[in-house]
């Protein structure tokens, strides 16, 4: 009442009403409380009321500052990295005193298979060029190899063992270490480095260690780097993308409604954000079929605003259904988040080769030596020359060529012809396709010489031969066999081709060959039934209809992927494919691996490869396609040629007349004569033309010109 009576004298205060929400709180919360509480209850109202999320804003903020502390760390390393310690600096002053000579130091660094090696300081005297000091520390940084011969280092402070023992488990987001090395392990390197140096005074103690350990040195010459592995320096350093306008939460009640339209009850247990893709799983209602949910794709995608939605039902080892939606805001997936991964890195296999990501972003890698052989497929722009960019420099980032050589056929003559440098060729890269079938034809002639090897020895695999040889150069490395395109192999040589892929895929595990074929026509003339039995492994890229996607993976999917990488990876004995995003190499990084290898060509070729070259020349000369793999002479090729040479020019119904012979033989003896150039090619409707003499003919077939010349008299 006082209340309501100094409202109406005064004009001021809140009245009765008024009095009612303040005097109860004044009484029971206090002056302080009760302004609290209103303000708390002002800002309730006003959250309520514009519909703004505290944990969402909450959210983008920390994602903010994580992302800045991150990029601050990464400065701070550089700067450590960038400045040497002032040991270092002290050693190169003394460096540029000393005549432009070095001290290369070999610390006893830890033995990586167990072996121990010797614990003594070998020091070498060597000629040093002026601007090696000026060299960078990520070009002098090279990676461990996977043999028993130690790397040659140009700097004290890295050491190739150790360089991998403190890696921890990588993210998109750690790339502070651009090195390969981690912050610890430069510091331990530069510690250990400066407790084995002598003090500047005595400088003609390390000239009298260099005498003691004279005898060593021929020994160490022999063991001076064999394979140098590239820095991952060369490959191309993903850039922070903060992603502010992906919300899985409100695209998944958008979900959730769109599937309740149709009477569809349904819940989301868990949402999967990726690179590229986000997967949400959906979990139906009791007796909810899983085909009503199937065939919305089209009604999903146009309530999501998505290009394009695939419906993975069930997933496997889940009792859910996976729906898997595009981002707006793509992240870009490069190779070196691949080879810089602890999967890549901790694989045992020489075989091992990373793909990408899958959809919850992690690192894809695959083992050809399971496989064992890769069948790639996809329409023109869907990225499968970049699939084989990954494979090859996964493979040559991981084994060295004394343990893995390649084959190349690339019948388009631009795509794999940048590998020329490769030191892992066995032979030149195979432009022509012609040719391109003999290579076929040697590896399954080098692949029956492996198995008499190792049938000598009780050997049932390559590994079992390989562990039986005392000899280092007794053993045979793993022999890998990439074709970029395969349909201009089959329109050339259909026969010939796909009879020594179906025989290089059905024995060549054991003798350790192994096959990647890639096309961009999945049709059935081109991938026969023969080669989809015997390769079981494949990688289906964007293609334009369902039909071609059954020819690829037996089963449909792969024509509503996104393209640009996307892609379905069906292992052999997996149940489903697994949907993964290919790793991005652009021909600058190529580039720049090759400029590497030819610019540090340490390895010499084998002798073995230009007897492969003279082999597959044989090959092509002995086995055309026209001929196939049976006797290549005729009884009557003699008494053909006397027939053609009367008459002038060729013809089967000729020959078929004048020698009383089927259809089958004449054609034959018509290709042989055309393969030994006694008569012209196959051209239209004009007859074929004699290109020999009499004289000529005498000499390939002796005495049988006496014939020729009693028919003339």
């Not at 209340?3 to 009765?16: D, E, P, R, T, V």
């Not at 805001?329 to 602890?342: D, G, N």
């Amino acid at each position: 009442m006082d209340a309501y009576q100094f409202g109406s004298a005064l004009q001021k205060g809140g009245g009765l009403i008024g009095s009612l929400l303040a005097y109860p709180a004044l009484v029971f919360l206090g002056l302080v409380g009760t302004n609290i509480f209103f303000i708390a209850a002002l800002l309730i109202l006003f959250l309520a009321i514009t519909k703004i999320s505290l944990r969402t804003t909450g959210e983008k903020v920390g994602k903010q500052l994580k992302t800045s502390a991150t990029a601050m760390v990464e400065r701070t390393d550089e700067r450590k990295h960038s400045h040497p310690s002032p040991s270092v600096m002290a050693e190169k002053i003394d460096v540029s005193k000393q005549n432009l000579f070095t001290e290369v130091m070999e610390t006893p660094d830890r033995p990586r298979r167990g072996r121990r090696q010797k614990t003594g300081i070998k020091v070498e005297r060597r000629p040093q060029e002026q601007d090696t000091a000026n060299l960078p520390l990520d070009d002098l940084t090279y990676f461990p190899s996977s043999g028993t011969l130690p790397r040659k280092m140009e700097t004290e402070d890295d050491d190739p063992f150790d360089i991998l023992a403190g890696v921890e488990v990588h993210t998109p987001q750690d790339h502070s270490h651009k090195s390969g090395m981690t912050v610890g392990e430069m510091k331990a390197a530069q510690d250990a480095a400066h407790k084995q140096k002598h003090p500047t005074s005595n400088r003609q103690q390390p000239v009298e260690e260099e005498g003691e350990e004279a005898p060593i040195l021929p020994n160490q010459d022999v063991e001076v780097l064999e394979y140098q592995r590239p820095p991952y320096t060369l490959l191309n350093l993903p850039k922070e993308q903060f992603n502010g306008q992906e919300n899985p939460a409100e695209k998944a009640k958008l979900l959730i409604d769109t599937l309740q339209s149709f009477h569809i009850s349904a819940k989301i247990i868990n949402i999967t954000v990726g690179p590229v893709i986000t997967r949400y799983e959906l979990q139906p209602a009791q007796g909810v079929r899983v085909n009503r949910i199937t065939t919305l794709s089209d009604d999903i995608a146009l309530a999501l605003a998505a290009p394009r939605v695939r419906i993975e039902a069930p997933i496997p080892g889940k009792s859910a259904i996976g729906i898997e939606i595009p981002n707006r805001e793509t992240q870009p997936v490069l190779l070196r988040e691949a080879v810089e991964s602890p999967e890549f890195q901790q694989a045992k296999s020489p075989l091992c080769f990373a793909l990408g990501k899958d959809i919850a972003g992690k690192v894809v890698c695959a083992d050809l030596d399971r496989m064992p052989h890769l069948l790639i497929a996809g329409s023109t722009g869907s990225g499968k020359s970049v699939c084989i960019n990954d494979i090859i420099l996964s493979l040559i980032y991981h084994t060295a060529p004394c343990d893995l050589r390649m084959i190349l056929v690339d019948p388009k003559k631009v795509e794999l012809k940048v590998y020329s440098p490769l030191p892992h060729l066995l032979l030149p890269v195979v432009t022509d396709a012609k040719k391109a079938a003999g290579a076929l034809k040697w590896a399954v002639r080098e692949m029956e010489q492996r198995y008499s090897k190792m049938a000598q020895c009780n050997a049932r695999d390559l590994n079992r031969y390989n562990a039986l040889q005392a000899e280092p150069a007794n053993r045979m490395p793993r022999l890998v066999i990439i074709i970029d395109e395969l349909a201009d192999l089959m329109m050339v040589a259909a026969k010939d081709v796909e009879e020594a892929i179906c025989r290089i895929a059905q024995l060549g595990r054991a003798a350790g060959i192994h096959l990647i074929v890639a096309t961009q026509r999945p049709s059935t003339d081109i991938i026969t039934g023969l080669i989809k039995a015997n390769i079981p492994s494949r990688i289906a890229l964007t293609v334009s209809s369902a039909v071609d996607s059954r020819v690829i993976m037996d089963c449909s999917g792969a024509e509503k992927l996104l393209g640009r990488g996307d892609m379905l990876f069906h292992a052999n004995g997996a149940s489903k494919p697994l949907r993964a995003q290919a790793a991005f190499v652009s021909d600058e990084e190529v580039e720049r691996v090759m400029d590497f290898f030819t610019a540090h060509a340490t390895a010499p070729s084998p002798q073995y490869t230009e007897l492969s070259l003279e082999d597959m020349e044989t090959e092509l000369e002995n086995g055309g396609p026209a001929q196939g793999n049976g006797k290549q002479e005729d009884d009557l090729l003699p008494d053909a040629v006397r027939v053609v040479m009367e008459s002038g020019q060729a013809s089967i119904s000729m020959i078929q007349r004048r020698l009383r012979v089927g259809y089958a033989r004449a054609a034959r003896l018509v290709d042989i004569m055309e393969q030994k150039k006694i008569v012209s090619g196959f051209d239209g409707s004009k007859p074929r033309r004699l290109l020999i003499s009499q004289a000529e003919y005498a000499q390939m077939f002796g005495g049988a010109d006496q014939a020729i010349q009693e028919d003339e008299e």
